[in-house]
Nanobody, 120 residues
Framework: QVQLVESGGGLVQPGGSLRLSCAAS????????MAWFRQAPGKEREFVAG????????DYTGSVKGRFTISRDNAKDTVYLQMNSLKPEDTALYYC?????????????WGQGTRVTVSS
């Protein structure tokens, strides 16, 4: 049974930083593309960042480029999202996904999400 467990969310002031983690189990982690999606209140779920199996390819949605960094540690079956210079519009429930696809937006499996609130 595949499980993706996110952690690291919380309340942060504008301009601050957070690092989200997603621990995976029940799958051969190094064979999967991993990604982060988010859903803000009243909005559609959107792609944030994706990373291929060995970290050699990454992709980001335009609004987070230069501020967010996705990375992975295949030895720990964990993917990370380092979020810097956070803005109120980054407030959302952040989901970790995994998928067997060349697309960096692969999302066959989903975690339960971790909430990020950016507010002063």
């Amino acid at each position: 049974q595949v499980q993706l467990v996110e952690s690291g969310g919380g309340l942060v002031q504008p301009g601050g930083s957070l690092r989200l983690s997603c621990a995976a189990s029940g799958l051969t982690f190094s064979s999967y593309t991993m990604a982060w999606f988010r859903q803000a209140p009243g909005k559609e779920r959107e792609f944030v960042a994706g990373i291929n199996w060995n970290g050699g390819r990454t992709d980001y949605t335009g609004s987070v480029k230069g501020r967010f960094t996705i990375s992975r540690d295949n030895a720990k079956d964990t993917v990370y999202l380092q979020m810097n210079s956070l803005k109120p519009e980054d407030t959302a429930l952040y989901y970790c996904t995994a998928g067997r696809s060349l697309s960096l937006r692969a999302n066959q499996y989903w975690g339960q999400g971790t909430r990020v609130t950016v507010s002063s």
